[in-house]
């Protein structure tokens, strides 16, 4: 059995498969990938949502999965725990978020954040996670798989994620991107990285954004991506009362 066969890639050309983010086909839909899960899944949306004092629960789902997170104020920023959830993988997340920049008692003011964390927990696949048999093979013919299901390895990586934002009273566009390294057992140490260009509205109490971007992953074993569409949004609530 051979899903998808090609041959495993040197490194010039996994070098060319980094750059190019459009027209590669995303891992959900992969035939038998190899990839340690990506720390964090989703991109939180547009800095400087949240004023002095305020805290947030936030959730965010896309092609590539999904995540729910609490923040609460602490020092120049917020910390942030979550848990991230893909095809193949279920992680908790530990992060602090920076607030750099941002003037909120403007309508029209410009934002900056610089995100950092760690996630760990089970994920990664390796082959597909394909049971063992003999002759099958995987993308990237130098790996074998080996039997062992998602939730029965264990995957450790982190993350630092900047973006700006311009805000314009209730409507927002921001930018973000996200690199990322993890590992997992049996799984080589996975480099990911990907960026979103989005709007977010505020209606209500609620913050609300969509965003459009692309991402990919790659090891010593496999490389893949595409494209990513993205809806988050947001509650704040005020702990400094």
């Avoid at 980094?18 to 891992?27: H, P, R």
């Avoid at 029209?108 to 990664?124: C, P």
């Amino acid at each position: 059995m051979h899903c998808c066969p090609k041959s495993r890639r040197s490194a010039a050309s996994r070098g060319a498969g980094v750059a190019a983010l459009v027209g590669l086909v995303w891992v959900t839909s992969a035939c038998q990938p190899t990839f340690a899960p990506p720390p964090a899944t989703t991109h939180y949306g547009a800095a400087g949502r949240l004023v002095p004092g305020e805290g947030e629960i936030a959730a965010a789902a896309s092609n590539a999965g999904g995540t729910l997170l609490g923040a609460a104020p602490l020092g120049p920023g917020t910390i942030e725990l979550g848990a991230e959830g893909g095809r193949s993988w279920a992680l908790g997340l530990v992060g602090y978020r920076f607030h750099l920049l941002g003037k909120e008692s403007e309508e029209t003011y410009l934002a900056a954040d610089w995100a950092v964390g760690v996630a760990a927990g089970l994920g990664g696949e390796r082959c597909g996670n394909q049971d063992l048999a003999p002759g099958v093979t995987c993308d990237g013919d130098m790996v074998v798989p080996d039997g062992v299901d998602w939730h029965r390895r264990f995957a450790i990586g982190g993350y630092i994620s900047p973006g700006v934002a311009l805000h314009f009273d209730w409507f927002v566009l921001f930018f973000r991107t996200t690199l990322q390294v993890a590992t997992a057992r049996a799984v080589p140490p996975t480099f990911w990285a990907s960026a979103l260009f989005g709007a977010e509205v505020r209606v209500g109490p609620v913050r609300l954004y969509l965003g459009l971007g692309g991402g990919l992953y790659t090891n010593d074993s496999d490389s893949n991506g595409g494209g990513l569409i993205e809806l988050g949004g947001s509650i704040p609530f005020d702990v400094s009362r």
